[in-house]
């Protein structure tokens, strides 16, 4: 449980310093701005044609009485909609991160510059990394549809599809967005996408921790805009300690407050798997 407490810990402590950085949270700000105009558009429509979506999913239901009727489309109404929220959730942050790919790889740089130690890069031209963190979102957003299709048919079990399912809908969200966005560090670092995974598996909790509190606050109209910088900032402090260097958060008044638990060895040369 200390993990949970310690992912959160990175993701007030990514905000603390962008909010010390000025420059860098205003750097951040453009590529989730453009981002949120193109997504609220899409949901808006979503939410005008799910019920249009209900009654054609549903013709068998046409002569059913009330209230079985207007229970089945409603709920189903309500799934559609959770269902593309849940997918911008997880898809915002992979679509800021590539219209932004330039901005907050200079802005994880500056914070390992700040933390002290190597700075690492992947030694790539800007369209190669931008080739390869979109070819990893798509196989991420794969793995997500994969499970929101699993979460969205539990979604029709009684009592647990609307209380134990929605917890797991989070917990998912909020690991592939620390996968998303600790991508920005550790691919400098040469790993790639399956390594991350991997390196992520071990430390579930951290992950966790950093991942579903910041998925609840992206729920929030515009929160996601002004905690992206921050979020960035956080995720590579997170995945120092991933890969067992010092995690001391550098004029942080409050730095090594908290110790890494275990080294992780030093990644392989930069790959393309």
């Keep these: 449980m200390r993990d949970l407490g310690a992912g959160f810990g990175y993701l007030i402590k990514g905000q603390r310093w962008v909010a010390r950085h000025g420059r860098w949270f205003g750097i951040g700000l453009l590529p989730g701005l453009i981002t949120l105009v193109l997504y609220a558009g899409a949901l808006v429509g979503l939410g005008y044609g799910a019920d249009d979506l209900a009654d054609w ?53 500056e914070v390992d510059r700040a933390e002290g130690g190597e700075v690492h890069g992947s030694g790539l031209p800007l369209w190669r990394e931008l080739w390869i963190s979109a070819r990893d979102s798509v196989r991420v957003l794969v793995r997500v549809a994969l499970y929101a299709v699993l979460l969205f048919a539990l979604g029709f079990v009684p009592v647990a599809g609307q209380t134990v399912v929605p917890l797991l809908g989070f917990c998912v969200t909020g690991y592939f967005l620390a996968e998303e966005l600790t991508a920005v560090a550790l691919q400098r670092r040469g790993l790639v996408l399956k390594d991350r995974l991997v390196l992520l598996r071990g430390r579930r909790l951290l992950v966790l921790g950093f991942g579903v509190p910041l998925g609840l606050a992206f729920l929030v109209p515009l929160v996601a805009v002004f905690l992206m910088p921050g979020a960035v900032a956080g995720a590579t402090l997170m995945a ?33 798997d």
């Design 240 to 272: 120092r300690e991933l890969m067992g260097e010092d995690s001391g958060v550098g004029d942080d008044p409050d730095a090594g407050d908290e110790e890494a638990e275990g080294t992780v060895p030093s990644p392989p040369p930069y790959r393309v």
């Design 57 to 109: 999913a549903t013709p068998f239901a046409d002569d059913w009485s009330s209230p079985w009727l207007g229970l089945l489309r409603t709920t189903l109404t309500v799934l559609v909609f959770a269902f593309g929220l849940l997918l911008a959730v997880i898809t915002f942050t992979a679509v800021t991160l590539l219209v932004g790919q330039p901005f907050y790889e200079s802005l994880s740089e």
